[in-house]
């Protein structure tokens, strides 16, 4: 029997404050539809995709869409304007007597293969599925008054998600019925089949990570799951390196001298540059000439990264203005000129990019405060430009290593305890496993759970 996954993408997303719709709006580098889709996409359960979109942004759609090498969208459909309409225009699509139907907020796009194969499967025996989870709040009733009528007993509630699934026929007779009742509205299709108790409705486990993306918060927090999801992993075969071009600018010492030398350990033909060997990223010329020297010898460059930064502790007023605009521009300016000279080269290897930011980008602190806003400016940067280098095929992520032993750390703290610090050799390792995923607009973390940020 043929499954049908229906995502609803069809929403205006008011509630998100945002002039786009929320479906999309963008999370590590892709929009949360085309999120949504890839899930369906690359699950085994899953034979078709049907999205149902707003009829303003159907073109909108079909771009983003065009984009993508999805091989399972059947079809794209203009949706109606309540999700029961929607919902009622992606099943009536569908020709076959029979089959199994998922209906998918689009807007959910942490959903897990681990669902949708317990819904595809459910449905060998049951008629109706409901994924959802227990309610970890108190929910109570109250009336217009805002005052409260009652408690409800927890144990017996829980907090419906999405997919549902049904048996084709079980779906059409719900609408057909609920169409026919023309005042009847509901939020979802398990409500419809409920109402004209037309099959007992099963429940599958859902997962606290498939939200809904609703208000912005809600943008914040799906981000930071896709980033704990997309962790690199310690099961990466760093071996992937092998025979691959690496450049790394800030080389000399520290991180980047340790990213250099456990790359070699892999195979990699590693390049290294920094000041010691005449190249400043504060002077474009520098890099692109060290650029070309790497592609003349080597055809190609696979991943860059660029570890170069400076911090000169003290308080505004206090620094001298020509160590005020060093501090930016080898920080930051660094970053946008080896972007501009590394965007071409990685075009054409399909390549990554990885730059290094501290935990202060996302909160300024005294005697930081040029050092904190180039950390933010890079974060910012790498994430616009994952957005504008999607369709070249480049990924671009960024690490945050807590505090860690390192030439530059020593000379502004002094000594400090081994066991508080990460080793350069441990930061190396993961910056190595980033460069080898394929996500991109990321900011990873990379800290032992014992140990603080800077």
Known sequence: MKAYAILLASGIGERTGSDLPKQFLKISGRTILEHSIEVFERNGSIDEIIVVINGQYVDFCQKILDQNSFKKIGKILVGGKTRQKSSHIGISSIVEDEAKVLIHDAVRPLISDQIINDCVAALDKHDAIDVAIPTADTIIRVNNDMIVEDILPRQFLMRGQTPQAFKLGIIKRAHSLAIE?????????????????????????????????????????????????????????????????????????????????????????????????????????????????????????????NTAGI????????????????????????????????????????????????????????????????????????????????????????????????????????????????????????????????????????????????
């Open 181 to 305: 009742s023309s005042n009847l509205k509901f939020t979802d299709d398990c409500g419809l089949v409920k109402m004209f108790n037309l099959a007992e409705i099963h429940i599958i486990k859902g997962e606290e990570s498939n939200i809904k993306i609703t208000y912005p918060i809600d943008l914040f927090v799906a981000d930071k799951l896709f980033q704990i999801k997309h962790l690199p992993s310690i099961d990466s075969d760093l071996i992937q390196l092998q025979n691959k071009v690496l450049v790394i600018f800030g080389s000399s010492r520290g991180i980047g001298k340790a990213i250099a030398d456990l790359a070699q350990q892999y195979g990699a033909k590693t390049y290294g540059f920094s000041r010691a060997n005449g190249t400043d990223v504060r002077d474009m010329s520098s890099i692109q000439r060290a650029l070309k020297e790497v592609v003349s010898r080597e055809r190609c460059v696979n991943f860059i990264i």
């Open 311 to 454: 911090l000169k502790l003290g308080n505004l007023n206090d620094k001298p203005m020509p160590e005020v605009r060093d501090e930016i521009e080898t920080n930051y300016i660094g970053c946008i000129n080896v972007a501009r000279a590394s965007h071409d080269y990685l075009k054409r290897s399909k390549g990554a990019l990885l730059f290094f930011t501290s935990s202060s980008h996302t909160r300024g602190r005294a005697s930081y405060s040029i050092y904190s806003s180039t950390k933010a400016a890079i974060v910012n940067l790498a994430q616009a430009l994952s957005e504008e280098w999607t369709s070249d095929g480049i990924r671009i992520n960024i690490i945050n290593p807590a505090r860690t032993s390192t030439p530059m750390r020593l000379s502004n703290f002094g000594e400090e305890p081994p066991e508080t610090l990460l080793s350069p050799q441990f930061v190396a390792e993961k910056a190595l496993r980033a460069l080898l995923q394929d996500y991109t607009g990321q900011v990873i973390d990379c800290t032992k759970n014992e140990l603080p940020y800077f």
